[in-house]
């Protein structure tokens, strides 16, 4: 088998469905196998994957694992040659793995290979190319200045080395996964993309971001949500230094006192809101279910102008779209920050997007 895609999922149900649905068309023409992880969801996540996905190998844990032991399950049961392990609330253009491979086929000591992150209004997220959080970076990071953490020095499209690359989508060779141990454990949420990526240079191998692909993953880390992701975020920030940066015990206190501030002092983000006055939904006709439940004005599409006006939602219709068509219209029409987007997944009875950089989005179901 070539290629294993292994998806962690916690009580994202519907993102999981749009996600799947992406999946399967990236696969197409790939022997390829979905693993799906779901950590003790209290949602009806699994049994959808049960009905619309017989095909994709579920595990089910009683107990939420975390990121880091979650995806070590689902891997330790991967047959491909390559792993991809991505987030459930992404969506992939269906060219992905092909342009994946033939990279693959040109590069020596290949480790992970990460591509360009866009958030649900389409945005980079910066975060898809990172150097080493060294102390001096990483202090500099905390305090609000994030340039050198960021892999600045990369363009949002060039195809080149770096040193860390985001957990919401990896791919690589298992046999680099299994050489440096895979995630360690000791991180909960948060951390164990860095760790791992460090591990991974530390070996030998290059790890390299493709920004040629985009992909929309709709929970960026631009801003921090809440206290308890900020705690989960420093602690594993003390984690990773503790094993990879320990040098003494005053060093160990300053890194540790200034997570602590950091933390205590770091404002809340206040989530706004935009304004919606019509749709405009990009199909080659009209669903009247999901025209009656929008309850406002609704613009039938077939294209998209040059000029939308201001507080306009546009909902994909994946039905006649592909998933590489909405990701580089949700790109070209980014620039207006009073326009919102949403897809409806083929065969689909809800459209689903987000509105914001901080949280992951809203869901609207039909009948």
Same mark, same amino acid.
């Given at each position: ?21 992406? %999946? ?60 991809? %392990? ?48 060294? %102390? ?59 760790? *791992? ?41 003390? =984690? ?27 404002? =809340? ?18 669903? *009247? ?31 006649? *779209? ?46």
């Amino acid at each position: 088998m070539k290629l294993s895609i292994i998806i962690l999922n916690y009580n994202v149900r519907y993102f999981l469905e749009l996600c799947l649905k992406s %999946v399967q068309q990236a696969i197409q023409t790939i022997d390829a196998e979905i693993i799906v992880v779901d950590n003790n969801s209290e949602d009806d996540s699994c049994q959808m994957v049960r009905e619309l996905f017989p095909e994709v190998t579920l595990i089910e844990n009683k107990e939420n694992f975390g990121f880091s032991k979650g995806n070590n399950i689902g891997i330790a049961k991967a047959k491909g040659e390559y792993i991809c %392990v991505l987030n459930p609330d992404t969506v992939l253009p269906e060219d992905i793995f092909v342009k994946l491979f033939d990279f693959s086929l040109s590069k020596e000591n290949l480790g992970i290979v990460g591509c360009k992150l866009i958030n649900g209004r389409g945005e980079f997220l910066p975060e898809s190319k990172r150097n080493i959080p060294y %102390v001096k970076v990483a202090v500099k990071k905390l305090m609000g200045n994030a340039k050198e953490y960021y892999a600045s020095h990369l363009e949002e499209k060039q195809i080149e080395k770096v040193s860390v690359l985001v957990g919401a989508f990896m791919f690589m060779k298992l046999k680099v996964f299994d050489a440096v141990g895979g995630f360690d454990e000791d991180y909960f949420m948060y951390g164990e993309d860095i760790d *791992l990526s460090y591990k991974v240079l530390k070996t030998g191998y290059h790890n390299y971001y493709f920004g040629d692909l985009a992909m929309i993953h709709y929970k960026g880390e631009s801003t921090l949500r809440d206290k308890l992701y900020a705690k989960r975020f420093y602690g594993a920030m003390q =984690i990773f230094y503790k094993k990879h940066f320990k040098r003494n015990a005053i060093f160990n206190l300053l890194v540790w006192v200034g997570i602590r501030m950091v933390y205590l002092f770091r404002k =809340i983000p206040v989530i706004q809101r935009k304004k919606v006055e019509r749709f405009f939904f990009i199909s080659n006709r009209m669903n *009247l279910p999901l025209q009656n439940s929008l309850a406002k004005e609704v613009i039938l599409k077939s294209i998209l102008e040059e000029k939308i006006p201001n507080n306009t939602e546009i909902i994909f219709d994946n039905n006649i *779209l592909t998933f590489k068509q909405i990701i580089q219209m949700v790109e070209d029409f980014s620039e207006n920050k009073l326009v919102t987007f949403k897809i409806l997944p083929k065969n689909s009875n809800f459209v689903i997007g987000s509105d914001d950089a901080i949280s992951r989005g809203e869901i609207l179901n039909f009948h």
